[in-house]
């Protein structure tokens, strides 16, 4: 599969955002898997590529929440490993462009992030949004629809897994939630998912700190939902994972229970209801 990387200018004459030697905007884990399932990571990274000159922000504020998911990249590694699930991960920060944003959204290419001006996003050319786009945005799903077109040419339709994370506190208020599940129409997945974290005296979210009904689960919806295909958006809290033992423990733990929800066979059917 091509990174997209190695071109410096396309046909248009018009130059790539990333060099040559920076790193893809998608990163693919264990890409020949057995399990018919798809981990997805649209907010792994805070890398900015040079030619946005960190997008006129300082190391302190690229450290925080608004530039990526702090701490769920190790959790997707370890998952995957544990499910032997393929999994695709972004390697660009949600500044640049948000993967898991509609691109007529507001906040695809924010402008402010909780309340922090973002300097490089201001006033954009809809050509520099372009570019975003084209170098970005879409290799990152082009590589997702790359994965599930392998995987359903097994007799099974693969499950989807996206996984984020939320930060403890936001607008004063103290989220009390360990952990979210959102979902959209579908509960196959999120619903016994919800039943068995709570059995182990969990605080979960039903679509808490935020809703998949909603643009902030497009990735699922764009790639599962449209197609039928079981799935929910996993959202841990990220001062739970800030740490490799945090990740580590809560990647156990979310494989033993993974592991009993996904042993009913009708979440590898395709639903009839999208």
Request: aromatic share 6%; proline share 7%; with cysteine.
């Amino acid at each position: 599969m091509s990174d997209l990387k190695s071109c410096q200018t396309f046909a248009d004459g018009s130059p790539a955002l990333l060099a040559p030697d920076e790193p893809a905007p998608f990163e693919i884990l264990n890409p020949e898997a057995p399990a018919a399932i798809l981990l997805i990571c649209d907010h792994a990274s805070r890398y900015i590529p040079r030619s946005l000159d960190n997008l006129g922000l300082d190391a302190a504020a690229l450290s925080r929440h608004i530039a990526w998911d702090i701490g769920i990249e190790e959790v997707t590694r370890r998952l995957s490993d544990h499910l032997q699930a393929t999994a695709v991960l972004s390697r660009f920060s949600r500044l640049v462009i948000d993967p898991n944003r509609t691109l007529d959204s507001g906040d695809s290419i924010p402008v402010v992030s909780d309340n922090h001006s973002i300097p490089g996003n201001q006033d954009l050319t809809a050509e520099e949004v372009a570019r975003r786009v084209r170098d970005l945005f879409d290799p990152y799903h082009n590589a997702i629809e790359s994965c599930l077109t392998r995987l359903t040419q097994t007799e099974k339709t693969p499950v989807i897994l996206s996984m984020h994370s939320f930060t403890p506190v936001m607008k004063s208020f103290e989220r009390p939630w360990k952990i979210g599940i959102l979902w959209n129409r579908d509960p196959r997945l999120p619903v016994p998912l919800m039943e068995k974290l709570r059995a182990l005296g969990l605080p979960v979210g039903d679509n808490q700190p935020y809703s998949g009904r909603d643009r902030h689960g497009y990735t699922q919806q764009r790639h599962a939902d449209r197609h039928g295909r079981a799935n929910a958006l996993i959202e841990l809290r990220q001062d739970l994972i800030d740490t490799r033992k945090g990740a580590q423990a809560w990647a156990d733990l979310l494989a033993g229970v993974l592991e009993e929800v996904l042993q009913d066979p009708a979440l590898f059917k395709a639903s009839s209801d999208h």
